[in-house]
């Protein structure tokens, strides 16, 4: 079955950075799009960023641009989502998305002195 598993999550001070990784299975990872998506309590997920099957960046939400990036490698079914210059707002829960509805498990990331 499809499965996307996320990791690279953790506590950050700000202005460093991370990188989150997805890695997925159970389907031709080459051929999906993946999305990048965020969570924090009593609030909706909302989308970051998104990276084309062709690995051309799709989208970066407003509060995310210059300062995230988008990369995958279809050799190692994983998407990547780089995050620079990190901000307390950043903190939150992670999760990557294939379509039409599969989701990851999520990473914590967490932006404080």
């Known amino acids: 079955q499809v499965q996307l598993v996320e990791s690279g999550g953790g506590l950050v001070q700000p202005g460093g950075s991370l990188r989150l990784s997805c890695v997925g299975s159970?389907?031709?990872?080459?051929?999906?799009?993946i999305n990048w998506y965020r969570q924090t309590p009593g609030k909706e997920r909302e989308l970051v960023a998104a990276?084309?099957?062709?690995?051309?960046?799709?989208y970066y939400a407003d509060p995310v641009k210059g300062r995230f990036s988008v990369a995958r490698d279809n050799a190692k079914r994983t998407a990547y989502l780089q995050m620079n210059n990190l901000r307390p707002e950043d903190t939150a829960v992670y999760y990557c998305f294939r379509p039409i509805n599969f989701w990851g498990q999520g990473t914590q990331v967490t932006v404080r002195s």
């Open positions: 159970g389907f031709n990872f080459s051929n999906w799009r």
């Open positions: 990276i084309l099957d062709t690995g051309i960046a799709a």
